[in-house]
């Protein structure tokens, strides 16, 4: 089903090494707003500093893809010393391929980390490559969020029955 992720995890950090190696993902590509971030803050959320150095220590190439603006996420990759693709457009899997072409990884090694199902999760199926599905850090404001995220929720509970068959 092209909504549902191929993983869900609370938090990014609860993304391991060893769930990584398992899996055999070698590369990732990460989402910023509400998976690094809260929604347009910029700054990281507790936990994710240290998450993003135990993945350097434990040598994932990282790469952000955002669909936020350049001159957002520019200064934020900085900060953090990542590559970054902006304006992504997810779910149109275009700049997720360029992500994974920059890796220099196959699409069979790579995995995309999203808060959002109809831009992460879907983006990532159309892209061809592995998604984790993260809970948001906060609820985002305004009608068209309030939507999407009821029909997340929908989703979500569709595929836990799945996964629990
Ligand atoms: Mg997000």
């Known amino acids: 089903m092209i909504f549902y992720p ?27 707003d509400n998976t690094l971030t809260r929604h347009h803050t910029g700054r990281l959320e507790q936990g994710v500093k ?7 220590e434990a040598g994932y190439p990282l790469i952000i893809a955002s669909n936020s603006k350049d001159y957002r996420i520019a200064p934020f990759a900085k900060s953090i010393g990542l590559d970054y693709f902006a304006l992504c457009c997810k779910p149109l899997p275009f700049k ?33 490559i592995r ?15 309030k939507i999407r995220r009821k029909l997340e929720k929908k989703i979500k509970s569709r595929y836990e029955r799945k996964m629990s068959r």
């Open 6 to 32: 191929h993983y869900r995890k609370e938090k990014i950090f609860d993304i391991t090494p060893s769930f990584l190696e398992k899996e055999g993902i070698k590369y990732l590509l990460l989402d910023v």
């Open 50 to 56: 240290e998450w993003l150095d135990q993945m350097h």
């Open 131 to 145: 998604v984790c599905l993260t809970e948001p850090f906060v609820e985002e404001e305004g009608t068209s969020f």
């Open 96 to 128: 997720l391929k360029k992500g994974v072409k920059k890796l220099g990884c196959k699409k069979s090694e790579c995995m995309l980390i999203g808060d959002q199902i109809f831009t992460d999760t879907l983006g990532a199926r159309l892209a061809g």
